[in-house]
């Protein structure tokens, strides 16, 4: 039986294929949507070429020690905050030795976490042609919360690779 609220596959295509013609690869660090975000992306074919794999870092203190989320950061700003998804993105690249990284951390819900409300979330993507990250307030379930930050995390990748500055791989 399918969850209606779980993302399509289909959201993942671009990201590989784009990927796949560029020679380039993708590594995830999750913290909110604990591995669907991955999940999603391994449900293309031909993903191998460029999905190199993933942390999920759901526990604060796992930013840190797996990810490589400096501490004084995690410490100071909490593990929701748009420098924190920056830097996962850029642990997951590191990490999992990738050109791409693309990261979620934020609030599923029900309840707020650290003063933050639920369906905060932050999605981050690091490359060598950019970086961005995107600030989101999902409402629903945590279901939709979830959902919503990997169909976000894969259009931010799709847009900074289709981006002009993006049309020549990097290696």
């Known amino acids: ?33 604990g591995g669907l975000l991955a999940a999603t992306i391994v449900e293309v074919a031909g993903v191998s070429a460029v999905f190199r794999g993933g942390l999920v870092v759901y526990a604060t203190d796992l930013k840190a020690t797996l990810a490589g989320v400096p501490q ?37 819900g029900p309840d707020p976490q650290d003063d933050k409300p639920p369906g905060l979330v932050y999605v981050a ?20 919360v979830r959902a919503g930050a990997v169909s976000h995390a894969l259009e931010s990748l799709v847009t900074l690779l289709r981006s002009p500055t993006a049309n020549t791989p990097h290696h």
């Not at 748009?82 to 996962?88: F, I, N, R």
């Not at 993507?125 to 939709?144: N, Q, S």
Request: glycine share 8%; net charge negative.
């Open 125 to 144: 993507v690091a490359g060598p042609t950019g970086r961005r990250v995107d600030e989101l307030k999902i409402d629903g379930p945590r279901t939709a």
């Open 72 to 108: 004084p950061l995690l410490d100071k700003q909490g593990p929701v905050d748009p420098d924190v998804a920056l830097a996962l993105a850029e642990g997951a690249r590191r990490t999992c030795r990738a050109d791409w990284g693309l990261a979620t951390t934020g609030v599923a």
């Open 1 to 33: 039986m399918t969850n209606p609220s779980a993302p399509e596959p289909v959201l993942a295509a671009p990201v590989v294929h784009l990927l796949v013609e560029r020679g380039e690869t993708l590594a995830v660090a999750e913290s909110l949507t």
